[in-house]
């Protein structure tokens, strides 16, 4: 069994910054690419940022130069910094991840965090 667990959420002011983590835990053996989702009410859910697990990063239009998505192998973990915030970066956050597990190691299977809220408001 294969865990998510996103933290880091919250209420901010425009321009502020927020750092969201999400930390993958279970029977691990290998995790691929890693992503932040956000979905807004109302909307359907878009890809905010990807890594691989060699490093390369993917970013959406709208958070180029603001987001930063990192992540830490060691500790089955991946970040996501988010400075500059708008208005319109109100959302539920979610962690996603290709995993391979120590009992299906092949092919990897994707898993999900149970979101967490960011909300930017003056």
């Known amino acids: 069994q294969v865990q998510l667990v996103e933290s880091g959420g919250g209420l901010v002011q425009p321009g502020g910054s927020l750092r969201l983590s999400c930390a993958a835990s279970?029977?691990?053996?290998?995790?691929?690419?890693m992503a932040w989702y956000r979905q807004a009410p109302g909307k359907q859910r878009e890809l905010v940022a990807s890594?691989?697990?060699?490093?390369?990063?993917n970013y959406a239009d709208s958070v180029k130069g603001r987001f930063t998505i990192s992540r830490d192998n060691a500790k089955n973990t991946v970040y996501l910094q988010m400075n500059s915030l708008k208005p319109e970066d109100t959302a539920v956050y979610y962690c996603?991840?290709?995993?391979?597990?120590?009992?299906?190691?092949?092919?990897?299977?994707?898993?999900w965090g149970q979101g967490t809220q960011v909300t930017v408001s003056s």
């Open positions: 996603n991840a290709a995993i391979a597990t120590m009992r299906t190691p092949i092919p990897p299977d994707e898993y």
């Open positions: 279970g029977s691990i053996f290998r995790i691929y690419a």
């Open positions: 890594i691989t697990n060699t490093g390369s990063t």
